[in-house]
Nanobody, 125 residues
Framework: QVQLVESGGGLVQAGGSLRLSCTAS????????MGWFRQAPGKEREFVAV????????YYADSVKGRFTISRDNAKNTVHLQMDSLKPEDTALYYC??????????????????WGQGTQVTVSS
């Protein structure tokens, strides 16, 4: 089992940037593909980005492609989400998640085994 703790959320104006971090503890971090999801009030939890175990492959939702960057530091058991050019529609609770699959084809929430508690991102217009 792995425990995930997110940090870095906050309030930012449209066009600004935030960097989210997720630190893992427990089982070997390099056993997991890592992803970020988000959930806005009244909406379903949606996929944002995923990085492979090595960090060499990534995949993004169309809505964030070109603006967000996912990365991982396996030496520090950490995965980051750099969010630039933020828009009000990016406002949501952002979750870090771990999947036992060694593949970036894991874009469904049901493919992930472990979740953090979430960190709130609010983008004002």
């Amino acid at each position: 089992q792995v425990q995930l703790v997110e940090s870095g959320g906050g309030l930012v104006q449209a066009g600004g940037s935030l960097r989210l971090s997720c630190t893992a503890s427990g089982r070997t971090f390099t056993s997991y593909t890592m992803g970020w999801f988000r959930q806005a009030p009244g909406k379903e939890r949606e996929f944002v980005a995923v990085t492979s175990i090595s960090g060499g492959s990534t995949y993004y939702a169309d809505s964030v492609k070109g603006r967000f960057t996912i990365s991982r530091d396996n030496a520090k058991n950490t995965v980051h989400l750099q969010m630039d050019s933020l828009k009000p529609e990016d406002t949501a609770l952002y979750y870090c998640a771990a999947a036992i699959w060694d593949s970036i084809a894991v874009t469904s929430r049901y493919q992930y085994n472990y979740w953090g508690q979430g960190t709130q991102v609010t983008v004002s217009s």
